[in-house]
């Protein structure tokens, strides 16, 4: 790993193989904190559960709870988690080496000492596998850098994926952070409702129910073992698997059903904020072209960030 500080490597070294122990407690800790958010009123798309990029982390934003609101806040720089309430109470969780199931424990105490005695579905979702959240018992590193470098690859990627999203003119929810494939994600909607495919799981059934474009950027899985970002379009249109995204490291993946475009192409890339946006808008139009959505949502022009400088 780069031993520069992040603000030195905006696009940071990532190995899957490095990160995924460490990423295990990671993701099981922030499905605790999004399940929280299941508190909220439901917005489509799942849009009330979706945490949001911080400075330093990642926020469930204000939670109602008997007439207050509480907060959980995620600090990646600190590396622990921390509760604030309306009413004035407040705690924090580090992040250590440790199980699921220890941080569980500690993570549910310390909502109780805040006076928020709430429980949630302890089955992770998403999952080829899961185990109960009190049953994963067995130790799980915590490496803090490469954390750090997760965390600077989303600020990095939300950065460019906020320019892309700024050039629709029609719906498209906030970007932010999906707990349960923990992956950051863009959506477009095209404004059509779908009928409920036959069989679909009940995510599914609420999050599929539109046509859209998403796009966005996970850190791996064992079924896809690297960073990566990604764009599908929903339904799919016949023949999209025969357009070439760009850049030219860019493709359709048969086995995801989705173009794929991997992190290390685009950290070495002569300009990577170029070919992610290259990859981002080229994906959009293959698939907005054949389900024949409107051209004129695409915003004629994007201003350069020195132009908008310039322009204030």
């Not at 958010?37 to 982390?57: D, H, I, S, Y």
């Not at 921390?82 to 199980?99: D, E």
């Not at 095209?190 to 009940?202: C, D, H, I, K």
């Amino acid at each position: 790993m780069d031993e520069r500080p992040p603000a030195d490597r905006p696009w940071p070294e990532l190995p899957y193989e490095e990160f995924a122990p460490t990423m295990h407690l990671l993701h099981m800790s922030m499905q605790m904190v999004g399940k929280l958010m299941l508190l909220k009123p439901f917005e489509p798309q799942w849009a009330n559960v979706v945490l949001r990029l911080t400075g330093r982390g990642l926020t469930t934003g204000p939670i109602p709870w008997k007439g207050g609101t509480f907060t959980v806040d995620a600090d990646f720089r600190a590396h622990e988690v921390g509760v604030s309430t309306s009413w004035g109470t407040s705690g924090g969780l580090a992040y250590a080496p440790m199980s699921v199931a220890a941080w569980h424990d500690g993570f549910f105490s310390l909502l109780s000492q805040a006076g928020i005695a709430v429980t949630i579905n302890e089955k992770p979702q998403e999952l080829a596998a899961p185990i109960l959240f009190p049953d994963d018992t067995a130790p799980r590193p915590y490496e803090a850098a490469l954390v750090e470098a997760w965390f600077q690859a989303l600020h990095t990627s939300a950065a460019v994926m906020q320019r892309y999203r700024a050039c629709f003119a029609a719906k498209t929810p906030p970007i932010g952070f999906m707990w349960g494939s923990f992956d950051l994600r863009d959506i477009r909607l095209g404004g059509t409702a779908l009928p409920t495919e036959p069989g679909a799981a009940y995510i599914d059934r609420n999050a599929m129910n539109e046509d859209q474009v998403m796009s966005g950027w996970w850190p791996g899985s064992p079924a896809y073992p690297r960073p990566a970002y990604y764009s599908f379009i929903h339904p799919r249109p016949d023949g999209i698997e025969t357009v070439d995204p760009q850049p030219a490291a860019a493709r359709w993946d048969a086995g995801l059903g989705e173009f794929v475009l991997d992190y290390d192409d685009v950290r070495a890339a002569g300009d990577p904020e170029a070919a992610l946006l290259a990859f981002l808008d080229s994906a959009y139009e293959a698939g907005a072209q054949k389900a024949g959505w409107d051209p004129a949502w695409i915003c004629p022009g994007r201003p350069e960030p020195a132009s908008q400088r310039e322009a204030s």
